[in-house]
Structure formats: structure tokens, C-alpha cells
Nanobody, 128 residues
Framework: QLRLVESGGGLVQAGGSLRLSCTAS????????MGWFRQAPGKERQFVASVTKGGLSTYYRDSVKGRFTVSRDNAVNTVYLQMNTLRQEDTAVYYC?????????????????????WGEGTPVTVSS
């Protein structure tokens, strides 16, 4: 019954924008820190952004600061990733993640195996 479903990925030109959504079911959404990771072919899955359980604080990897915004709406069990000024280097499969124990401020150090739940991923391709 537990499920995270991403949407919003696609093909976009460099400099463009895209908004990803992830809707959760089968869990008490407000009890989970939420966030996003991404994985490009041949590379390890890397942390992108995280948001605290109440949505008041956010954290980002350095390369997306000022361009990406993570937010959540606990009323509809959804976390978002607004991506602006996209670069070719942002091309990857983007995965929604949920974890009950790890604070959002520590998500940069999360091992893939330690995350409670993963979505199936949504691909984002940024053309040059």
C-alpha cells in the first residue's frame, strides 16, 4: 500500500524550467522528511534537496542553490521540486524520497539503503 509517485519530468531546453511533483499514499505524510535525489547514467544517486516535516526549512546541494526550490503541501501529501535555469548537467532520473528518522539537514549524507521509501523516478532531460 505504500507508494510514492513522481510526475512532471520530460524534455526541456537549457535555461528552461520544470516542476516535479511526488504524491505519497499509504503513510502518515507529516511524519516524514521528504526530498529529492537524482541519478545520471553511470553515476551514483546524489542528494538534490530536502524539506523538513512541517515544510519550514529546506536544504540543497550547492550546484542547485538559487535555481531549485523544494516545497511540500501536507494537506495533499505532495512534495514539489521547482527547477529553474536548467542546465545539461541536471539531466538525470529524479527520485522522490521519504524518511522518518533522518533530519532534513542531514540528508546530504544519506545512504541510498537507509532511505525508508523511494519513488520509481521521473526522467529529466535538458538539451543543450
Amino acid at each position: 500500500q505504500l507508494r510514492l509517485v513522481e510526475s512532471g519530468g520530460g524534455l526541456v531546453q537549457a535555461g528552461g524550467s520544470l516542476r516535479l511533483s511526488c504524491t505519497a499514499s499509504g503513510l502518515t505524510f507529516s511524519e516524514y522528511t521528504m526530498g529529492w535525489f537524482r541519478q545520471a547514467p553511470g553515476k551514483e544517486r546524489q542528494f538534490v534537496a530536502s524539506v523538513t516535516k512541517g515544510g519550514l526549512s529546506t536544504y540543497y546541494r550547492d550546484s542547485v542553490k538559487g535555481r531549485f526550490t523544494v516545497s511540500r503541501d501536507n494537506a495533499v501529501n505532495t512534495v514539489y521540486l521547482q527547477m529553474n535555469t536548467l542546465r545539461q548537467e541536471d539531466t538525470a532520473v529524479y527520485y522522490c524520497a521519504a524518511d522518518q528518522r533522518t533530519p532534513a539537514s542531514v540528508w546530504y549524507a544519506l545512504r541510498q539503503s537507509a532511505v525508508d521509501y523511494w519513488g520509481e523516478g521521473t526522467p529529466v532531460t535538458v538539451s543543450s
